[in-house]
């Protein structure tokens, strides 16, 4: 059974940063496009950014742009959302997701989805 997980999320002062994670379970992600996502407490979940599988990147969410880099590490099998200068408003539950299939676009259903790091911002 396909599985995701994230880690590096904890507690972090504003102007912080932190490295987050996404590792799959049984299968390769070098031909997986990967979505990050988060969720603040009381709101829907929003878009972070998608990195296709030929490493193409969209950026979805105007509020983080230019704090962010996401990449792959082939060597661990993973891929990373590292967020730099976080605000107490970044604080949220952050996922990462695939679609079902290989070589798909970010505007593919993400169909598999980690069950997600908590991000604290607080001083």
């Known amino acids: 059974q396909v599985q995701l997980v994230e880690s590096g999320g904890g507690t972090v002062q504003p102007g912080g940063s932190l490295r987050l994670s996404c590792a799959p379970s049984?299968?390769?992600?070098?031909?997986?496009?990967i979505g990050w996502f988060r969720q603040a407490p009381g709101q829907a979940r929003e878009p972070i950014v998608c990195i296709y599988y030929n490493d193409d990147i969209t950026d979805y969410n105007s509020s983080m742009k230019g704090r962010y880099t996401v990449g792959r590490n082939s060597g661990e099998n993973t891929v990373y959302l590292e967020i730099q200068d976080l605000k107490p408003e970044d604080t949220a539950t952050y996922y990462c997701a695939t679609p079902p299939v290989p070589l798909a676009s970010c505007d593919y259903d993400m169909g598999h989805w980690g069950r997600g790091t908590l991000v604290t911002v607080s001083s």
């Open positions: 049984g299968y390769s992600l070098d031909v997986y496009t």
